[in-house]
């Protein structure tokens, strides 16, 4: 059976799902690139130095990184839908955070919330998707959402010259605030709600794999900076 001749609940339901996982994926998945791009342009407009905007970019990776590991449980734990939908909001808010930052080190800590959110959208958006899908049809549902995530990583400084060149390097956030409010509309209205088997949380494993985490991307944040190559003999 295939989603054409699936009932139409279903069937809506399932193009739903693939539209709105897909959606919230690419948004995620862009935003770990786009600002590339804009970086001397921030760099002129916020007057920040090499360590501050290295930051911009790995501040949103960090976080994203480090909170894939217990995003999934939580949403287990709390509601699937519920979970992700706090992800695009909180997403979306930090995105509106980072166009309206007075500084780079309100847009560094605007961009980590921003992989926090990121991190709450990409293994939800994926186990929705996968509940909502015919299994017959799920190879295919899948992978659309994985082409979706593989497209934004690769047009993403494509986009971020893009806007920077026509308008401001503020639009490659304040794109996100529209797309953010019309995908937590369709969440809540599209998406069924699910949980998981509740499982207690390593929160000792976490603290430590955002601690190694942390370090590795500190270091290498550092280890070109003018100061770190003075001191070395």
């Known amino acids: 059976m295939s989603i054409a001749s699936s009932p139409p609940a279903a069937t809506r339901r399932a193009v739903w799902a693939v539209v709105v996982t897909g959606l919230a994926l690419f948004m995620a998945s862009l935003d770990n690139l786009v600002v590339t791009t804009a970086l001397p342009v921030i760099r002129l407009h916020l007057h920040a130095g090499l360590s501050g905007l290295e930051w911009t970019v790995n501040a949103y990776t960090l976080t994203f990184a480090v909170l894939l590991l217990s995003a999934a449980a939580v949403g ?10 706090a992800g695009i909001a909180l997403f979306t808010v930090a995105s509106a955070a980072a166009a309206l930052a007075p500084s780079v080190g309100a847009l560094v800590a605007a961009r ?3 992989g926090v959110g990121g991190a709450m959208i990409m293994p939800l958006s994926l186990t929705l998707l996968s509940e909502a899908v015919p299994a017959e049809r799920k190879n295919a549902a899948l992978g659309i959402w994985g082409a979706l995530g593989g497209l934004a990583v690769a047009v993403g400084p494509l986009v971020g010259g893009a806007v920077t060149t026509g308008w401001a390097w503020q639009y490659i956030f304040w794109l996100n605030v529209p797309v953010g409010v019309v995908l937590l509309a369709l969440a809540r209205l599209r998406l069924a709600g699910s949980r998981g088997e509740r499982r207690p949380l390593d929160l000792p494993g976490v603290a430590l794999a955002s601690s ?5 991307v500190y270091a290498q944040v550092t280890s070109g900076s003018p100061g770190a190559l003075a001191k070395r003999p």
Do not use: N
Request: proline fraction near 0%; aromatic fraction near 12%; avoid cysteine.
């Open 76 to 85: 287990d734990r709390f509601g699937r839908r519920r979970v992700f939908m």
């Open 112 to 114: 980590a919330i921003q």
């Open 212 to 216: 190694g985490l942390l370090g590795v």
